[in-house]
């Protein structure tokens, strides 16, 4: 079976490429590389052994599509190209339509013109907005508050209607909660550009020196220590995610839609002890105002993925830290070139 994974190149995508390749699957990738680089799919290939097939292609480009298609007899399509920085998504919100939503439409289209119906989307727990309650459930309200997640939502709205409209469609949606961790090799990670927007990679900069200490935004949230409460899932977990969804999508379930998290959730200045005790000193921070746009609470009602595709979260937070420090150990630059 032959799977093209596009945005492969990048964080989740390259833990996902090595799942497929250990469990048999074939794997071409197509990759703008704006957010990544081509070395993060030669260490794909280090670590599994086995070759990628590379396209340097951006998804809406019709006739590289095409090209691939044609070269390959696709069995199913996982999407991870798109743009996902919240604060970028404010200022550039056509940029972020224009890639994520026409990216997939475009995909879509040429999917369909060679007859490949099965596709694998990310979503995100972003979809739900503030949740009324937690855990959350599949079947919560669904609301954005930024443009990074309206394109999300708007792509659950299209892939429902297009399976309404064609339903020989299979149509996986993963809504992820916070992915970190990495490969325990230490090859391959995060690596995001500039400063860290997001907790982990933060705290990982802030353990090797690279920044002076972790800012927490607020400690007034009716959380039990005050700080911002997340499911943070181990890539490699959330990458065993996609595999059990493209084995589902084998068996024709039509469009279904779950939860990849671990039903767990962690407050910041415990993932900050956390990251202390992998590091085997304490790691600094500074308690400062909330960041506007936060939540206090998200974490998982995991049940469903686990009934429905056999999924749960293996590993533990410990493992989460080590290995995300491991990696930045390892790559205290990122991937060099
Ligand atoms: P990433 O930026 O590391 O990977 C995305 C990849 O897509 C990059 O390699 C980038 O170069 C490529 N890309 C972007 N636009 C493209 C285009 N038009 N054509 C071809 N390639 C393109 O991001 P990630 O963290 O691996 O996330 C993967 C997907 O999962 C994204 O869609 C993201 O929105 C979604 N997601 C991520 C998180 C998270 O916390 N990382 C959470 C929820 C959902
Ligand atoms: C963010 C995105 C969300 C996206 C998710 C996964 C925002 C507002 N939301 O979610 O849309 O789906 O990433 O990529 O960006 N924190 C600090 N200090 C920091 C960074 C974060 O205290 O320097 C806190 C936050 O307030 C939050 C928690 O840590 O309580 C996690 O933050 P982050 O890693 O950015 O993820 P989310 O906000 O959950």
Not at 114 to 128: C, D, E, W
Request: glycine share 8%.
């Amino acid at each position: 079976m032959k799977i093209l994974v596009t945005g492969g190149a990048g964080y989740i995508g390259s833990h996902t490429m090595i799942k497929l390749l250990e469990n048999g699957y074939e794997v071409v990738c197509v990759d703008d590389l704006s957010n990544s680089k081509m070395i993060a799919v030669k260490k794909v290939e280090e670590i599994s052994g086995k070759k990628v097939d590379f396209y340097k292609a951006d998804i809406r480009d019709r006739e590289a599509l095409r090209k691939v298609f044609t070269e390959h007899k696709i069995d199913s399509v996982i999407n991870f190209a798109g743009y996902k920085a919240v604060g970028e998504s404010c200022a550039k919100p056509i940029e972020y339509y224009d890639n994520n939503i026409y990216g997939i439409l475009v995909l879509i289209e040429v999917m369909r013109e060679f007859g490949v119906k099965n596709l694998v989307f990310s979503s995100s727990a972003t979809v739900y907005g503030n949740p009324h309650k937690v855990p959350i459930t599949e079947d919560f309200p669904l609301s954005t508050s930024n443009p990074y997640g309206s394109t999300k939502l708007f792509i659950e709205y299209i892939l429902k209607d297009l399976y309404k409209s064609d339903n020989e469609f299979n149509i996986s949606i993963l809504r992820y909660f916070n992915p970190i961790g990495a490969h325990p090799s230490g090859k391959i990670g995060e690596d995001p550009n500039g400063i860290p927007n997001n907790l982990c990679p933060y705290i990982t900069k802030v353990c090797v020196g690279k920044l002076p200490f972790v800012n927490i935004f607020g400690d007034d949230y009716p959380t039990p220590d005050g700080t911002g409460v997340r499911d943070y899932i181990h890539v490699e977990d959330l990458a065993e995610g996609h595999v059990l969804a493209v084995k589902k999508l084998e068996e024709k379930p039509g469009l279904f839609i779950v939860n990849l998290g671990t039903g767990v959730g962690y407050s910041v200045l415990e993932m900050v002890n956390a990251f202390s005790k992998a590091l085997g000193k304490e790691v600094p921070y500074k308690i400062g105002p909330r960041r506007p746009g936060d939540i206090p609470m998200c974490y998982a009602d995991p049940s469903f993925a686990e009934e429905f595709i056999g999924f749960k979260a293996k590993r533990t937070l410990d493992d989460m830290c080590r290995d995300a420090l491991n990696w930045q150990l390892n790559n205290p630059d990122g991937y060099v070139e």
